[in-house]
């Protein structure tokens, strides 16, 4: 069973905006006290870190390229996860994975062995 389901992604000309929606589904499966983040995997490329939050929401993390054009967010309530993609070149364009850190209450990780629990990856193509 999926634990993880993503959606939003999609085909947006450069400049342009896209929010990423994932959701812990399964039974019992929780985000709350857990750091949870997002990568990214272009074609002949390895899976990068994009961004992760904290479990309190009090610290987050993004690489050096998405800094100032991506917002991740969090909603412990609704056991959700965000990502908002602004300003988007074509660079952008990848398949996108939410992801829970192993442990809780942790530091946020930037390496997918970090991570045991992904989603199932969502296209994000920016082109004109």
């Known amino acids: 069973q999926l634990q993880l389901v993503q959606s939003g992604g999609g085909l947006v000309q450069p400049g342009g905006s896209l929010r990423l929606s994932c959701a812990a589904s399964a039974d019992g499966f929780t985000l709350d006290y857990y750091t949870v983040g997002w990568f990214r995997q272009a074609p002949g490329k390895e899976r990068e870190f994009v961004s992760g939050?904290?479990?309190?929401?009090?610290?987050?993390d993004y690489a050096r390229s998405v800094k100032g054009r991506f917002t991740i967010s969090r909603d412990n309530v609704k056991n959700m996860l965000y990502l908002q993609l602004n300003s988007l070149k074509p660079e952008d364009t990848a398949v996108y994975y939410c992801?829970?850190?192993?442990?809780?209450?942790?530091?946020?990780?930037?390496?997918?062995?970090?991570?045991?629990?992904w989603g199932q990856g969502t296209q994000v193509t920016v082109s004109s």
């Open positions: 939050i904290s479990f309190s929401s009090m610290a987050t």
């Open positions: 992801a829970r850190q192993i442990r809780p209450i942790v530091a946020i990780a930037t390496t997918p062995d970090a991570y045991d629990s």
